[in-house]
């Protein structure tokens, strides 16, 4: 998107008064969205991303400033201003800049960007015949496909020798929002497949076809459910998008962002058992293709699988540039950023609990009373407390070991800390799920996952009294 | 940039209204971390939407790439949005209002004080909560930053519009420890005018709140009278008002379907949206070129309107009420300055008649625990039990749960310590016969 002498004079007017590392992150990204009301297309979207973040670090400091003017004048000008804030002498002197191998991890043939929008509103169109069959009582469905295609452009130098980086993430998600209405009692339920994928994935590898049955499905089932009860009870939580819980309670205070500054109730936890023994978990932005993988991470380092929790103890952080100063840690490909109006830091991309040994059904089976959540709208924690909080979209009520009623408005609450050492059963069902993480560098595409597991006991909260 | 080409390249390719839109923001940050500023970010952003008719049919594009192609990439993009449009209505952009309230809120003083009195107020923040009790463990954070936003909007019809603001917000969080407890208090001050904030009330705000935290019990599951204070209530009105949107009733998304002139809240319950208030959420039009205009949408408990852009207006045979606001690729339904009447009363004489009951002061997890389309949530919540109607023991690790309607229903009584809030919401403290919490 610029030279590299263009570059070259931004670095190093970027390190003129003492810094000890300076960083153009460039960015272009094209995205596209199209929209169905009930089977008919509402709106077709296309817009672009574009701009430039520089960051100046020195020591335990770290100046960040953004624009979306990609002029030399314009660059310099950000470099000079930012470098103010520095009143050393200059350390550094970036003398060349080196283009270096990004290995792709994550091949794409069918580029999303480049399929034809009529094809992608066929594809909508049969999702939402799918679930409009399923019951006259399903008032609205929105059918949405969106993509995007981000090129990025690094520039980084802590020494002579600077290096370029270039890479690019593609992806798409397919969601499908059903709204069930009968004497004014609304619900609604959520399908949001999404990857790092081409076209072909969507079409014709994606269970689409299901998906949207089910969605349907849902939102009448939670029509009829009864109030969640409260209380303190077991809950099994199932594989896949049931690994928010994981995401929220502990992987967020797993991040040098919280950790690096002691704000983390797992700050000085490396080594120590956090979490019952048959807890072991990764973060994995390796995964080929996978909805929270890349290439390299915002800062050029080759994105890893970090091993957090082995066997119970915890073995490792996600450390980005900076924090990993303050850590004295190396940074392991775990440093993200939303775009470039956002300093990149430390964030999770495929973050998930390793299979267990036992069945889904016998951990069903052996809980006699309790509830059993299989899907959750979010969820949302507090590092420095650990304390977090996640809402449920579909559960059901345990009784003898069988999954008996839905319920709905199902809040579980408690902190990461208590929540780790409580899960006391593991199935061999691992599988991930999508969504959106929000944090301070924005908000980003990460899978979550787990095995089906049980926690023995844990707040609920509800508006249906006591469990019976 | 040259709007009225523009306009005119846009006719010669097919579309018959056009209307552009640039916001240019300027934006300082800091922060501080163990006395040393650890966080410094400067920033210049501008972005670009446009919109279009073409052949009876609404097309939109956008893009932050400001150059010699810009004109040609939202052109096509708007041509390509409209053509795959299947919506029936025919579209149909706005040629302007026969008035504009509009104000000066821009306060030059604020990009005029010396970096160094922000930088000096931090550090007295930072100081002074450091100082505050020998339980505060750590400050997470001191953090200013200040913004200056330029909104422009043209049509193909000559209307011109622009409203410079600017503001600043100051945040700070705090942890404390006692034994193995680790509790933590933040707080976040807003406005466009230095000379209104007062360090030494902020430092305390947090500090108090911080110490009140420690020993925080659950409560026994059940339905308690509860006072939820201003900022909780701010989050949950916030909701309701988006219901009242004209879009998701029309779609039948809302719990407020058909009640319009019906009763649907307590008589003590008035709303209104405001955005011709003076402060820093203050808009004289929306981004289809309305008047913005005060309005009540709940009065003595009856919802007297819902918020209406020009397409759901023509489809309920009304105008809009000028909250037309971007939503992704569409303008749906926006608001502001929503303020919710309080009353004389103090925060000492509404808890005084409960004999038992819960006070909550802060809530997590309404994101994901609101049902907007019925308006039930549940989320985790902390506060105190309210015991003779005095405060009593902290609570921690609870839930909150209701439903929104029922919750305005059961409204007994306001207090008088009114908050504007981040969520652009004014109220105050609220007292509810009766709400599920969640505990032990």
Redesign the interface.
């Known amino acids: 998107m610029i030279s590299k002498a263009l570059a070259l004079k931004v670095l190093n007017e970027a390190l003129a008064t003492g810094g000890d590392y300076a960083e153009i992150y460039l960015e272009?990204n094209d995205s596209q969205?199209?929209?169905l009301?009930n089977g008919?297309?509402?709106?077709?979207?296309?817009?672009?991303?574009?701009?430039a973040g520089i960051r100046i670090l020195n020591g335990?400091?770290?100046?960040?400033?953004?624009?979306?003017?990609l002029s030399a004048k314009?660059l310099i000008t950000?470099a000079h201003?930012?470098a103010a804030?520095y009143t050393g002498i200059r350390q550094i002197t970036v003398k060349s800049i080196a283009k270096q191998t990004v290995k792709v991890i994550n091949p794409i043939e069918d580029h999303l960007n480049d399929v034809p929008?009529?094809e992608k509103?066929t594809l909508l169109k049969k999702c939402y015949a799918i679930t409009a069959a399923v019951d006259k009582r399903l008032?609205?469905i929105q059918n949405i496909f969106s993509n995007y295609r981000k090129n990025i452009e690094i520039f980084s130098a802590e020494g002579p020798e600077g290096k370029q980086f270039e890479n690019s993430e593609e992806r798409g998600r397919l969601v499908m929002v059903a709204?069930a209405?009968e004497n004014?009692?609304?619900?609604?339920y959520f399908e949001g497949p999404g990857r790092f994928a081409g076209w072909h994935w969507f079409k014709d590898v994606l269970d689409w076809k299901a998906k949207a049955k089910e969605c349907g499905e849902k939102a009448i089932m939670m029509m009829g459910a009864k109030e969640?009860p409260?209380?303190?009870y077991p809950v099994v939580i199932a594989n896949g998008w049931g690994g928010v819980i994981f995401h929220e309670a502990c992987g967020h205070s797993l991040e040098a962002t919280a950790t690096a500054?002691?704000?983390s109730?797992f700050s000085d936890s490396i080594g120590q058992v956090i979490a019952n023994p048959i807890v072991s978990a990764y973060d994995d932005g390796t995964m080929p293709n996978e909805w929270g993988s890349n290439n390299i991470d915002s800062e050029g380092h080759v994105t890893q699988k970090n091993q957090l929790i082995r066997d119970g103890v915890c073995v490792g952080f996600l450390v980005d540039k900076f924090n990993g100063r303050r850590l004295k840690m190396e940074a392991n490909g775990a440093s993200r950023r939303q775009n470039y109006?956002y300093?990149p830091t430390s964030r999770m991309s495929n973050t998930y609990i390793a299979s267990g040994k036992d069945k889904p059904e016998d951990i069903i089976k052996d809980t006699p009373l309790g509830i059993y959540v299989t899907n959750?709208?979010?969820?949302?924690v507090?590092p420095?407390?650990?304390?977090?909080?996640?809402?449920a979209s579909e559960a059901y009520i345990i009784r003898d070991g069988k999954v008996c009623e839905p319920v709905?408005?199902?809040?579980l609450?408690?902190?990461g800390k208590e929540v780790l050492m409580n899960i006391d059963r593991a199935a061999d069902d691992v599988d991930l799920g999508q969504g959106m993480c929000g944090s301070v560098s924005g908000s980003i595409p990460v899978n979550v996952g787990q095995p089906t597991i049980r926690i023995k006991e844990i707040?609920?909260?509800?508006?249906g009294?006591?469990l019976e | 940039m040259k709007f009225d080409q523009f306009f005119e390249l846009a006719k010669t390719k097919g579309i018959s209204e056009s209307q552009i839109q640039i916001s240019k923001t300027k934006s300082l940050s800091m922060s501080l971390f163990h006395h040393e500023m650890d966080s410094y970010n400067i920033s210049e952003g501008q972005s670009v939407i446009a919109c279009g008719v073409v052949d009876g049919k609404f097309g939109s594009c956008r893009t932050e790439e400001l150059d010699a192609s810009t004109f040609d990439y939202l052109i096509q993009g708007i041509i390509e949005s409209a053509k795959a449009s299947e919506k029936g209505e025919k579209a149909e952009l706005f040629a302007g209002s026969e008035k504009y309230h509009k104000k000066n809120v821009f306060n030059p003083a604020l990009g005029e004080t010396p970096i160094e009195k922000k930088i000096a107020l931090i550090h007295e923040i930072e100081d002074g909560l450091f100082a505050f009790d020998k339980k505060v463990n750590e400050v997470e954070s001191v953090a200013y930053e200040e913004r200056e936003v330029l909104s422009e909007f043209y049509n193909s019809f000559g209307l011109k519009l622009k409203q410079k603001s600017n503001y600043f917000y100051i945040s700070a969080a705090a942890n404390g420890k006692a034994g193995d407890e680790v509790k933590d208090a933040w707080d976040v001050y807003l406005g466009n005018d230095l000379t209104t904030f007062n360090p030494k009330a902020f430092i305390k705000g947090i500090g108090d709140k911080l110490l009140a935290k420690f020993g925080g019990i659950q409560c026994v599951s059940g339905y308690y009278p509860t006072i939820l204070q201003n900022d909780v209530f701010s989050s949950l009105i916030n909701y309701f008002v988006s219901s009242a949107s004209s879009d998701e009733v029309q779609r039948q998304s809302s719990f407020l379907i058909g009640k319009l002139n019906t009763k649907i809240a307590s008589s003590k319950v008035n709303i209104a949206e405001k955005p011709l208030t003076k402060n820093v959420f203050f808009s004289y039009f929306d981004d289809e070129g309305v008047s913005a205009q005060n309005k009540d949408i709940v009065k003595g408990g009856v919802l007297k309107t819902y918020l209406y852009n020009r397409e759901t207006a023509k489809r309920d045979g009304t105008t809009s009420t000028g909250n037309g606001q971007w939503e992704g690729d569409k303008i749906g339904i926006g608001y502001g300055n929503i303020v919710v009447r309080g009353s004389k009363k103090s925060f000492e004489d509404i808890i005084a008649p409960i004999h038992e009951g819960v006070y909550i002061t802060e809530i997590a997890g309404l994101g994901t625990g609101m049902n907007a389309q019925s308006g039930d949530f549940s989320c985790q919540a902390q506060g105190f039990m309210i015991r003779d109607g005095k405060l009593a023991e902290p609570l921690n690790l609870i839930t909150l749960s209701g439903n929104l309607v029922k919750m305005l229903e059961d409204i007994k009584t306001f207090d008088n310590r009114m908050k504007l809030t981040l969520e652009s919401v004014e109220c105050a403290d609220v007292y509810v016969k009766k709400m599920a919490i969640g505990g032990k």
């Open positions: 272009q969205a199209v929209t009301e008919k297309v509402e709106t077709n979207g296309n817009r672009r991303g574009f701009g335990l400091k770290s100046v960040y400033g953004y624009t979306s003017v314009s950000l201003d930012l804030s929008v009529a509103i008032v609205r709204a209405a004014g009692k609304i619900e609604t969640c409260s209380g303190r500054k002691h704000l109730v109006k300093e959750f709208g979010g969820g949302s507090n420095t407390t650990g304390e977090f909080n996640f809402s709905r408005g199902c809040t609450i408690g902190s707040t609920v909260g509800g508006r009294g006591k």
